[in-house]
């Protein structure tokens, strides 16, 4: 199958910093990626989409300005959290999809803000 | 898209099958049968998906109803690595994966 990839696997940071995590689609070009938090015991959530080149689309309730997302390529998409509080520490899940065709994921970030 | 009901959890004997079931009882004409599995602090594994006929592949099998309003993911032989939450979704091609609560299949040897 199809595979994405995520950098850093684990982030720790101290409230207030800016915190960037990559997701690559590794052997496909995503004309789409997600982002999704995952609180603990908790199923995933959908935070935003992005098009390749386009702005992302965002869920209600995030806020596009603490969470900003970058789809400047066809492999690659950052998610920024800025000025991060103990409350933004979560599983950060990407997913990428090629078309229409089914969406894969990546294997996750967990962020811990101090 | 269409909403799914699933067991919270299951348990089933190492060896032997695991038949996990979903509700999908509104879906429409042009929703696809979904399956992914999260193992613990992984990120969601695609395992199968379907439209109207049974499908099969190396990890698993997908039955259908034939009026669509329930499926059946098959682990023919589990192991312990199979343990994990197991998330059916019901989407039109195209939409994004949005995720319920899943099923929690535990595999006990």
């Known amino acids: 199958g199809a595979v994405v990839s995520q950098h850093p696997s684990w982030v720790i940071c101290k409230s207030g910093t800016s915190v960037k995590i990559e997701c690559r689609s590794l052997d496909f070009q995503a004309t789409t990626m997600f982002w999704y938090r995952q609180f603990p015991k908790q199923s995933l959530m959908l935070m935003a989409t992005?098009?390749?080149?386009?702005?992302?689309?965002?869920e209600q309730g995030v806020e596009k300005d603490k969470f900003l997302i970058n789809h400047a390529s066809l492999t690659l998409s950052t998610l920024t959290v800025t000025s991060a509080h103990p409350e933004d520490s979560s599983f950060y899940i990407c997913?990428?999809?090629?078309?229409?065709?089914?969406?894969?994921f990546g294997p996750g970030t967990r962020l811990l803000v101090l | 898209d269409a909403k799914t009901t699933q067991p919270t959890s299951m348990d089933c004997a190492e060896g032997r099958a695991a038949n996990l079931p979903c509700n999908h009882s509104t879906i429409s004409g042009n929703e696809y049968v979904y399956w992914y599995r999260q193992i613990h602090s992984q990120g969601p594994q695609y395992i199968i998906h379907?439209?109207?006929n049974n499908e099969t592949n190396e990890m698993a099998s997908l039955i259908i109803t034939e009026d669509r309003k329930s499926s059946t993911l098959i682990l023919p032989h589990a192991t312990l690595r199979d343990t994990a939450v197991y998330y059916c979704i019901v989407r039109v091609r195209g939409n994004d994966m949005r995720f319920g609560a899943g099923t929690r299949l535990t595999v006990k040897p």
């Open positions: 379907g439209l109207k």
């Open positions: 992005s098009n390749e080149g386009s702005k992302a689309t965002y």
């Open positions: 997913s990428a999809r090629e078309g229409l065709e089914t969406q894969y």
